[in-house]
C-alpha cells in the first residue's frame, strides 16, 4: 500500500516558480515509475510529468515541456516537480500517483495557482 502526501503549491505570478513535493509511505514506491497529474477547475485530470524507477528516463505533456522538470529521491521516497515559467494556464490541483495510477493511492493534492 502506497499513501501520497503533495506540498509546496502556492499562489505566485506569472514567470514565477514552485516547486511541489510528494511524499510517499510504503515500500512499493522504489519500484514504481511515478508521475505528476493536474486538475484544472472543471477539466478532466491530467498527466504532467513521469519519472522512471530509478529516475534514468523523463516524460513530460506538451504543455508543460521545458518548464518542468520531475526528479525523485528513492532514499527520501519523495517526487519533486520543479515548475519554472508559470503561466495561468498552470493554475490547478497537482497530485502525485504512480504511473499507471492506482485509484486508491490519489491524496489531497497541492494548489497552485498563478495570477496574470
Known amino acids: 500500500q502506497v499513501q501520497l502526501v503533495e506540498s509546496g503549491g502556492g499562489l505566485v505570478q506569472a514567470g514565477a516558480s514552485l516547486r511541489l513535493s510528494c511524499t510517499a509511505s510504503?515500500?512499493?514506491?522504489?519500484?514504481?515509475?511515478m508521475g505528476w497529474f493536474r486538475q484544472a477547475p472543471g477539466k478532466e485530470r491530467e498527466f504532467v510529468a513521469t519519472?522512471?524507477?530509478?529516475?534514468?528516463?523523463?516524460d513530460y505533456a506538451d504543455s508543460v515541456k521545458g518548464r518542468f522538470t520531475i526528479s525523485r529521491d528513492n532514499a527520501k521516497n519523495m517526487v519533486h516537480l520543479q515548475m519554472n515559467g508559470l503561466k495561468p494556464e498552470d493554475t490547478a490541483v497537482y497530485y502525485c500517483?504512480?504511473?499507471?495510477?492506482?485509484?486508491?493511492?490519489w491524496g489531497q493534492g497541492t494548489q497552485v495557482t498563478v495570477s496574470s
Open positions: 519519472i522512471t524507477v530509478r529516475g534514468s528516463s523523463t
Open positions: 500517483n504512480s504511473v499507471p495510477f492506482v485509484r486508491q493511492y
Open positions: 510504503g515500500s512499493r514506491f522504489r519500484s514504481v515509475d
